[in-house]
């Protein structure tokens, strides 16, 4: 009987023999006998149709049985049979014929400028109408990402928002217009980016990104841009991008300055090796919070739509390594070197994280509010109102920062900005009841959290902060 | 994953660079999923071998038949990119087995610059990244 060599890499799927000898006249009764034998080896040898996958060869001795008698060639007794695999590759873009869908009369007028750039040309182009792309976030960087890469031609974007357009969105989120306040940001965004381009896939998901609905959302994109600005999402983000293998081009704004670069690409670092850790909740103020200049999140937002565009494109040098730190006041650029953390939990050399985990928590932001202590509860602004009109004797502590106060201010309140209250504490009265208040009560939570180790009892968080207290007492107080 | 002992990953490197501007190529033999033995093979493609490369068969039915009698297997094949990124490209996919570890090191101006493993489909259709790990 003749013999068949198991090539190494199948003997896990024929008992972990080397050879077998198997009854027949032909190369394909041999092949037949094989695989009846080991059933596994099927797949690996034949596709559903029953035809020699195109990597394999088989070798009768030496000769290449394609350039004998092909699976009809005759085998004898003594015979050996190999199963070699074809090997060949090459990393060319350039002599890839394009598998693109061709570009029409009117995308090859409308790319013109794009066309004659030797970099991009037609094959460029549909590179670029080939690529998917994730967006997570329609909002300040969302913005100028949707409006470009919309523009430039990307053919297929996951636009994932769950926010609605309000008034104080209009100073950096030029997707948006003032006629779409009221309207969800996916549906006003997606209004404006297939008016620029009629061409372009939009799929929308109005849904916030979670660990439930990451990967699966994820999973069919080429590319995902980070347009969020609040630790869980990013983290959330970065994991599944290493967990998926796919880009994540990062950006991030905050009042005069703002960082871009390129994570989880081509064996990089991730934001994980950047920050392992996350910030203690409230530290970094967000943009709501702190501020941010309107035109900020259009220079950030546009370097990561470059970015994006060149790993499509698969030119230039990607911001892979390097963060790009940017200062709007000094108008200067600085980089700083980042690198693959070996030890980094999901990216490193021993992941420990392997899947995506409960990010709320790993940022320590409680699922629930716990419940506050009676002393330290919050108070309605329409109960301030009313200790005010009692003239109950209490203190009103604005903990905001002079140039908030001079927006809109309670006339009661005493301004000490949170980051002075520590030094100025001998400024209030510990047996009278403190009311603090600050934009939406995030930071006068944290103002009470300091008196209260300082030894004040009597605290109440007026809950809604001034916004609040403009909904429900006093419309004259402008809300920002 | 796929994990290659450090003497080895730095004889494919050096292989892999030494070949510069053209692709080289060669055969991953260890077990368990770790490689202590790398074969650089000649690239025999007889057209621009700055972009392209192919294996003589022969040479590794050779590799395999020693890794047989050492009683190891071949577990994947390394190439090099060029002045290029580690991807697994198109052609890459369209010339694939599914049996093995593809290795590709990014060789940029004569050094590694970086490198990805991935493990190709039965059609030749998609090619999913694995953890490479050397050293």
């Known amino acids: 009987m003749a013999k068949i060599l198991i090539p190494t890499a199948l003997r896990q799927f024929a008992g972990k023999v080397d050879s077998v000898e198997v009854p027949g006249d032909t190369v394909r009764e041999l092949l037949a006998g094989l695989t009846s034998r080991h059933p596994e080896l099927k797949r690996h040898l034949f596709t559903d149709e029953g035809k020699l996958r195109s990597f394999v060869n088989v070798y009768i001795n030496d000769e290449d049985i394609r350039y004998l008698n092909k699976d009809a060639t005759p085998v004898g007794a003594n015979d050996t049979i190999s199963i070699v695999p074809s090997i060949a590759g090459g990393s060319t873009a350039v002599a890839e014929p394009a598998q693109a869908a061709s570009l029409n009369k009117d995308e090859i007028l409308r790319y013109s400028r794009h066309l004659i750039i030797p970099e991009v040309g037609m094959e460029g182009q549909q590179k670029l109408k080939n690529a998917k792309v994730a967006l997570i976030g329609a909002g300040a960087l969302g913005a100028p990402l949707g409006l470009y890469l919309s523009a430039a031609g990307v053919g297929r974007i996951g636009l994932v928002d769950f926010d609605v357009v309000d008034f104080t969105n209009l100073q950096r989120q030029v997707i948006h217009g003032t006629k779409d306040v009221g309207k969800k940001k996916l549906d006003s965004a997606a209004e404006t980016m297939l008016d620029i381009n009629p061409y372009l896939r939009l799929d929308k998901f109005e849904t916030p990104l979670s660990s439930e609905n990451a990967l699966d959302i994820l999973k069919d994109y080429d590319i995902v841009i980070d347009g969020t600005d609040n630790f869980p999402t990013r983290y959330l983000v970065n994991d599944a991008c290493v967990l998926l293998g796919k880009p994540n081009v990062y950006g991030s704004i905050f009042r005069f300055e703002g960082q871009a670069t390129v994570f989880a690409y081509e064996g990089g670092p991730c934001y994980r090796c950047l920050y392992p850790e996350p910030p203690p909740p409230g530290l970094i103020p967000s943009c709501a919070e702190g501020g941010v200049l309107g035109i900020l999140p259009g220079t950030i937002g546009l370097i990561q739509a470059t970015e994006a565009v060149k790993i499509i494109l698969g030119i230039g040098e990607s911001l892979r390594g390097r963060l790009v730190l940017y200062d709007a006041l000094s108008m200067r650029f600085r980089e700083l070197k980042l690198r693959r953390n070996p030890e980094c939990p999901v990216c490193g050399d021993h992941p420990t994280i392997t899947k995506l985990i409960d990010y709320q928590e790993f940022c320590g932001i409680p699922k629930h509010q716990p419940q506050a202590p009676a002393d330290s509860a919050d108070i309605d602004p329409v109960e301030v109102k009313a200790l005010i009109d009692n003239k109950t004797p209490f203190t009103l502590l604005d903990v905001r920062e002079p140039h908030e106060y001079q927006i809109g201010n309670i006339p009661t309140a005493k301004l000490i900005p949170l980051g002075d209250l520590p030094k100025r504490l001998n400024e209030l009265n510990r047996d009278e009841l403190i009311v603090a208040h600050c934009k939406s009560g995030v930071r006068s939570a944290k103002a009470i959290e300091l008196l209260k180790q300082s030894g004040f009892t009597k605290l109440r968080n007026m809950k809604g902060g001034i916004l609040a207290w403009s909904d429900k007492v006093d419309p004259s107080v402008p809300k920002y | ?135």
């Not at chain 2, 057209?47 to 577990?75: C, H, I, S, T």
């Not at chain 2, 198109?90 to 093995?100: A, G, I, M, T, V």
């Not at chain 2, 090191?105 to 991935?118: Q, T, W």
Request: glycine residues 6%.
């Open chain 2, 1 to 135: 994953m796929i994990r290659i002992e450090r003497e080895v990953w730095d004889r494919m490197v050096s292989h892999a660079e030494k070949c510069f501007p053209k692709e080289g190529c060669g055969v991953m033999v260890g077990k368990d999923g770790v490689v202590s033995r790398s074969v650089a093979l000649p690239n025999v493609y007889d057209g621009p071998q700055e972009d392209f490369f192919v294996m003589d068969p022969k040479d590794l039915n050779r590799v395999d038949e020693e890794a047989r009698r050492d009683g190891l297997e071949v577990l994947g094949i390394y190439h090099s990119h060029p002045d290029c990124d580690a991807y697994f490209s198109k052609r890459d996919l369209e010339h694939s087995c599914p049996w093995f570890s593809y290795v590709v090191l990014s060789i940029k101006n004569g050094r590694l610059d970086h490198a990805n493993s991935y493990r190709p489909d039965f059609d030749q259709t998609v090619a999913n990244k694995e953890e490479l790990v050397y050293g």
